[in-house]
């Protein structure tokens, strides 16, 4: 079982930055890949960014590429998600997830464990 909680989420005007943590417990992560997910008010959860297992291989949504990088520090058990250039349509509850075949699925259906989410607000 393991364990994740997010943080770093907050209220930003637009073209500003946040960096989103996620900390694991309860199992080491590096043996995961692991997602961040978002979800605005009436809204599908949708998916925004991965990192594989081994961290070669990374993946991102059309949405938020050029602006949002994930990163993973296994000796830490965390997971992070810079986000630049942020605009208000990025606003939503943000999620990360882990994934136990090690692969940066874009799917929310493939991972397997979640966080509780952390608020992101972009004003413009």
């Known amino acids: 079982q393991v364990h994740l909680v997010e943080s770093g989420g907050g209220l930003v005007q637009a073209g500003g930055s946040l960096r989103l943590s996620c900390a694991a417990s309860?199992?080491?992560?590096?043996?995961?890949?692991l997602g961040w997910f978002r979800q605005a008010p009436g809204m599908e959860r949708e998916f925004a960014a991965a990192v594989s297992r081994s961290g070669r291989s990374t993946n991102y949504a059309d949405s938020v590429k050029g602006r949002f990088t994930i990163s993973r520090d296994n000796a830490k058990n965390t997971v992070y998600l810079q986000m630049n250039s942020l605009k208000p349509e990025d606003t939503a509850v943000y999620y990360c997830?882990?994934?136990?075949?090690?692969?940066?699925?874009?799917?929310?259906?493939?991972?397997?464990?979640w966080g509780q989410g952390t608020q992101v607000t972009v004003s413009s």
């Open positions: 997830a882990a994934e136990i075949d090690g692969i940066a699925w874009n799917d929310p259906r493939k991972y397997d464990y």
């Open positions: 309860g199992r080491t992560l590096s043996t995961y890949a």
